[in-house]
C-alpha cells in the first residue's frame, strides 16, 4: 500500500511490477503528478488522457517520442550514445510523428492493418497458432511466453516483412532492443547491447530492402507494399524512413500482442469460472479481450512534450515538460470504470478503454493484436484440455520496464494429448 511519505516515480522497478497502487493514489490525489525520476509530467485521468492526446499542436508525439532513450534516468553511456550515432538516424514518421506528416505515412500502411484485411489473414494466424501448439502439445507442459505467445506474432510479422522463420531469434533480439531503450530501466551493459542490436537490425534490413528492390514486385507482402507505397502519391519511402517504418512494425507486431497473450491466458486461468464462455462462445471471448487489455495494459504510457506553455486539469505545464499520458491508468479511473480492478463480462455497453492510444496516434496495428488474442485463446484452450498453471514454477513476475507490461514466463501443464 502506498503512502503520502513513499518514493513515487516510475523509475522504481517495484512500482513498474505493480503500479496500480500508485494508479489509485493519483487518481485519488492527483491525477496531473510529476514523476521527478523521469521528469515528466504523468496524466492517469481517462478525460485528460484523452484531451492530451487530442491536442498534438500543443502536446508534441514527434518531439517526445523520437529518441526516447535519452530520457533514461542518470542519461546513457556514452558508448551507446556513439553506437546509436553511428547508425541511420530515427526519422520521424507513424509513432514519433505528428499531423500533418503523421496522416501521410500513416495512410501507407493503414490498408495493411484494416479490419478486412485483418479478417482475411485469421486462417494464417491459426495455421502460426497450430503449428506452434503441436511444438508441444504431447508434453503436457509449456512455458507459453517462450514457446508460444513471442512467437505467434513475431513469426506473423516476419512472414510479412520478408524474413526467415530461421531468422526469428534476431527479429526478437532487435524488438527486445528496442523495448529495452524506451523502457528505461535496463543496467548500462544491456542498454549498451541493446544500441549493439538496433544497429544489426539496420544492417539485414538494409540488406534486405536492397535485394527486394532489386528483384523487383513479386512477394505480395507488407515490405512489398512499403516498397511500392508513395507518399500522396508523389514520392517513394526513402531508406531512412524505410527502416524507421520497419523498426516500429516489428516492435508494434510483436511486444504487445505478446504481453496481450501471455496476459490473457494468466487472468482466464485465474478466473476459472470464465474458461467455459471463454472457451465456447466468440462474443464473450472477445468480451473477455477488451477487459485483459483494459486490465492488464500492454503499453503503459505514452509521452507527449509541450510546444508551449500550457494547462493540464488546473497544473501548470512548461514549455519543453515530458507529458506521459498513462493509459493504463486511464484505464483503471474509478470516475469512468466502476470498480475498475473487476472484469466487467457482464456489462451491457463497454466504455472504450486506452490501451491502443486514442486519437490520432491509436495503434495501427490494433485490430491486428485483438485477432492474435482471440484466436490464441480459442486454440489454447480448445486443444490442451484441462489448461492450468504449474505448481511452484510461476511467481507471475514482469520484466522490468516503464513502458511494457509482460510477464517474464508462464509455465502452464495440461492434459498430454498423444498421437497427434
Not at 506474432?153 to 527486445?176: E, M, N, Y
Not at 544492417?203 to 507482402?221: H, K, Q, V
Not at 515490405?223 to 527502416?243: F, Q, V
Not at 479481450?289 to 503499453?299: I, K
Request: proline letters at 6%.
Amino acid at each position: 500500500m502506498m503512502t503520502d511519505q513513499a518514493v513515487r516515480s516510475f523509475a522504481d522497478k517495484g512500482i513498474n511490477e505493480c503500479p496500480f497502487d500508485f494508479y489509485k493514489w493519483m487518481h485519488e490525489n492527483s491525477p496531473v503528478y510529476f514523476d521527478p525520476g523521469i521528469n515528466a509530467f504523468i496524466v492517469s485521468d481517462y478525460a485528460l488522457i484523452q484531451k492530451v492526446a487530442l491536442d498534438t499542436a500543443t502536446f508534441s508525439n514527434e518531439k517526445a517520442q523520437l529518441n526516447q532513450w535519452n530520457l533514461r534516468p542518470g542519461g546513457m553511456p556514452q558508448e551507446a550514445m556513439d553506437l546509436l550515432n553511428s547508425g541511420i538516424p530515427q526519422v520521424p514518421l507513424l509513432v514519433t510523428s505528428d499531423p500533418p506528416a503523421h496522416r501521410r505515412y500513416r495512410s501507407l500502411v493503414q490498408m495493411a492493418f484494416s479490419g478486412p484485411r485483418v479478417s482475411r489473414m485469421r486462417p494464417v494466424i491459426e495455421r502460426i497458432a497450430d503449428d506452434l501448439i503441436d511444438t508441444f502439445i504431447k508434453d503436457g507442459s509449456v512455458e507459453l511466453v517462450s514457446q508460444y505467445s513471442v512467437k505467434l506474432p513475431t513469426f506473423f510479422i516476419s512472414d510479412q516483412l520478408g524474413v526467415p522463420r530461421g531468422d526469428f531469434l534476431q527479429v526478437k533480439a532487435w524488438a527486445d532492443a528496442v523495448v529495452g531503450l524506451r523502457g528505461l530501466m535496463g543496467t548500462d551493459e544491456q542498454i549498451i547491447e541493446s544500441s549493439r542490436q538496433l544497429l544489426n537490425f539496420q544492417t539485414y534490413f538494409s540488406d534486405l530492402i536492397e535485394r527486394r528492390r532489386a528483384a523487383g514486385p513479386a512477394e505480395n507482402d507488407m515490405l512489398d507494399d512499403l516498397l511500392n507505397a508513395r507518399i500522396e502519391g508523389e514520392r517513394p519511402l526513402n531508406h531512412e524512413e524505410l527502416i524507421s517504418t520497419v523498426q516500429q512494425l516489428i516492435v508494434a507486431g510483436s511486444e504487445s500482442t505478446t504481453s496481450g497473450i501471455t496476459s490473457a491466458v494468466w487472468m482466464l486461468l485465474s478466473n476459472p469460472e470464465l474458461i467455459e464462455g471463454v472457451t465456447t462462445d466468440e462474443n464473450t471471448r472477445r468480451r473477455f479481450v477488451e477487459e485483459v487489455l483494459r486490465l492488464e495494459t500492454p503499453v503503459q504510457g505514452n509521452l507527449r512534450r509541450a510546444m508551449a506553455d500550457a494547462e493540464i486539469g488546473g497544473v501548470a505545464i512548461p514549455e519543453g515538460s515530458l507529458v506521459q499520458i498513462r493509459g493504463a491508468a486511464g484505464n483503471r479511473d474509478p470516475k469512468v470504470f466502476e470498480c475498475p480492478e473487476r472484469l466487467r463480462m457482464e456489462d451491457a455497453k463497454l466504455t472504450p478503454h486506452l490501451a491502443f492510444g486514442w486519437g490520432a496516434h491509436v495503434c495501427i496495428g490494433n485490430m491486428l493484436a485483438r485477432e492474435e488474442m482471440a484466436v490464441s485463446l480459442c486454440h489454447l484452450l480448445g486443444r490442451l484440455p484441462n489448461l492450468r498453471f504449474s505448481p511452484g514454477k510461476n511467481d507471475f513476475t514482469h520484466i522490468p520496464s516503464a513502458y511494457l507490461r509482460v510477464l517474464k514466463a508462464l509455465h502452464l501443464g495440461f492434459d498430454p494429448v498423444p498421437g497427434t
